[in-house]
C-alpha cells in the first residue's frame, strides 16, 4: 500500500495547467491514469461532484474505488451530494457499517456520546447527559454534558470556563486534547470572537503581550474585515486553503515557531513528510533550527526539514485567510476529525440576543449537530439548552437539500451494464421524530 494522501496530491494538481472559472487540472487522467489496484477514499460525504469526476477520469479500467463515509454529515463545500447520491441508487453495492469504534465501550461512559449522537440523527434530543462538568467527586468523567445557556453570549461564556476548568489540576486535561467548536465564524460564539478569548486563556505569550523564541518579537497584529487579529509564538494554526506553492494543505495543523519584526510567521507542521507540490524545489534534507529561506521579500518560502515536517512562512496578512488560529474550529472544518474532547456553543444569536426560534435555525440544523457530537471520543460538552437541541434535531436539513439529478442518471445507466450488481436491502426506517418540547 501507499501513504494516504490527499486527492489533490494523489491526482498531482497542476496549478499551471489549471483553467479559468476554477477548473481543476490535474496531471493524472484518462491519458496519465493512477497504475493501483484499489483508491480508497474517506470521508467521501465530503467529495463534491467535480473533484469526483476528476478521480473517476484518472482510474484504470481494472481499479476498484471504495468510498468510505457517513452521509447524515454535513455535505461537501463544493457542488453536489455525490456520497447520498450513490447510496440512494440501490443498485450500488455497499456494506453498511453498525459497530462504533470511536467511543470505546468500556464503561467509561463515552459510549453514551455515540447513541446520543444516533438520536440526534433520527431526530430526537439528546438523553443520556449531565448538567454539570464535575461529578460529586470532583473528577470530570466521560460522556455527554449539557451545560444550560439561554443566549449566545452566554454560550460562549460557558465554553471559555469549561476549556478553563479542564486544563486546571483538577480537570486534568491538556489544551491539545480539546477542541471547541462552533457553528460558524461570527458571532459571540463564533469561532474568531472564541479564538482571540482562547488564545488570551491557553498561550502564556499572551499574558505578556508578547513571546520570544530566537530573540525575535512573538506576537503581531494585522486589521482584518471584522477587527483585529494577532498570532503569538505557540498558537494552534489550521490551513484553510490548498497552497500549492508552500505544499501546504487544507485542514493541516501546525504551531507557530516565530513571529518576526515585520509581522510575518514561521509554522511547524504537524503532518509527516509531505512531497513538494510541483515545480516547488525539494528540501535537501539538511537539519536546521531555522527553515530555509527560498527568497521573496515579506515572506512566504517553505521547506521540509530533515525529520519530515514541512515548515512553511506566512505574511501577517495570511491570518484569517490562509491560515487561521485553531482554537476553535468550526464544523465544517472539523469534520473528518476526531478529538479526545470536543466543547461546542450550538448556539445561534437572534435579533433579541437570544437563540434562535425555529424559523431562524439556519446552519443549526440535524447534520451539523450530528457532525459535532461524533468528532468527540472522551467527552463532549454542549453549552446550549434541550429545546434547541431537539428544534435542531427536528430540522433534518431538507431546505438544503441539493437536487442534483445524479442518482437518476445512475440508474439509467446501471440499468444498461450487463449483469448488474444485486439491488442492496432497503434501509430500515427510522422512528418518528419525537416533537419538540413546549417553549
Request: charged content about 20%; overall charge positive.
Amino acid at each position: 500500500g501507499r501513504r494516504a494522501s490527499t486527492v489533490h496530491r494523489l491526482l498531482e494538481y497542476s496549478p499551471m495547467k489549471s483553467g479559468g472559472g476554477g477548473r481543476l487540472n490535474f496531471e493524472r487522467n484518462k491519458f496519465n491514469p493512477l497504475e493501483l489496484d484499489a483508491v480508497v477514499v474517506d470521508e467521501a460525504s465530503m467529495l463534491d461532484v467535480e473533484l469526483a469526476s476528476k478521480l473517476l477520469d484518472a482510474l484504470g479500467p481494472k481499479t476498484r474505488l471504495i468510498l468510505v463515509g457517513d452521509q447524515d454529515q454535513l455535505p461537501s463545500v463544493g457542488a453536489g451530494s455525490l456520497f447520498g447520491d450513490l447510496l440512494a441508487c440501490r443498485c450500488v453495492p455497499r456494506v453498511v457499517l453498525t459497530e462504533i469504534f470511536r467511543q470505546a465501550k468500556d464503561g467509561s461512559g463515552a459510549e453514551g456520546i455515540a447513541l446520543d449522537a444516533h438520536r440526534v440523527n433520527r431526530g430526537l434530543a439528546p438523553a443520556l447527559f449531565r448538567r454539570q462538568l464535575f461529578t460529586s467527586d470532583r473528577t470530570a468523567p466521560n460522556g455527554l454534558v449539557l451545560l444550560e445557556s439561554q443566549s449566545a453570549s452566554e454560550a460562549a461564556d460557558r465554553v471559555v470556563d469549561t476549556v478553563e476548568q479542564l486544563v486546571s489540576s483538577m480537570g486534568g486535561r491538556k489544551a491539545d486534547e480539546i477542541q471547541v467548536l462552533a457553528p460558524m465564524k461570527r458571532g459571540p460564539c463564533g469561532t474568531i470572537e472564541l479564538n482571540r478569548r482562547l488564545q488570551r486563556l491557553l498561550n502564556p505569550n499572551a499574558a505578556v503581550g508578547s513571546g520570544s523564541l530566537g530573540g525575535e518579537k512573538g506576537g503581531g497584529a494585522v486589521s482584518g474585515w471584522d477587527g483585529d487579529f494577532r498570532v503569538l509564538v505557540g498558537d494552534r494554526v489550521l490551513q484553510l486553503v490548498n497552497d500549492y506553492d508552500r505544499g501546504v494543505f487544507n485542514g493541516e495543523p501546525g504551531t507557530v515557531t516565530h513571529v518576526h519584526q515585520n509581522g510575518s510567521f514561521v509554522v511547524d507542521f504537524e503532518a509527516a513528510a509531505v512531497e513538494a507540490a510541483r515545480g516547488m524545489a525539494q528540501s535537501d534534507g539538511a537539519s536546521s533550527e531555522r527553515p530555509r529561506a527560498r527568497g521573496g521579500s515579506g515572506g512566504g518560502w517553505s521547506t521540509v526539514r530533515a525529520d519530515g515536517r514541512r515548515v512553511a512562512e506566512y505574511r501577517l496578512s495570511d491570518l484569517g485567510g490562509v491560515v487561521s488560529l485553531a482554537y476553535a474550529l468550526t464544523v465544517h472544518k472539523a469534520q473528518g476529525g476526531e478529538y479526545p474532547v470536543v466543547v461546542a456553543p450550538l448556539a445561534l444569536a437572534s435579533t433579541t440576543g437570544g437563540f434562535t426560534t425555529r424559523g431562524a435555525l439556519g446552519m443549526l440544523q440535524r447534520p451539523l449537530v450530528y457532525t459535532a457530537m461524533s468528532r468527540a471520543s472522551e467527552l463532549l460538552v454542549l453549552a446550549s439548552n434541550l429545546e434547541v437541541l431537539a428544534r435542531a434535531a427536528a430540522e433534518g436539513g431538507s431546505g438544503g437539500r441539493r437536487l442534483t439529478g445524479l442518482a437518476p442518471r445512475l440508474r439509467r445507466a446501471l440499468a444498461r451494464v450487463p449483469n448488474p450488481p444485486a439491488p442492496a436491502p432497503a434501509p430500515a426506517p427510522a422512528p418518528a421524530p419525537a416533537p419538540a418540547p413546549a417553549p
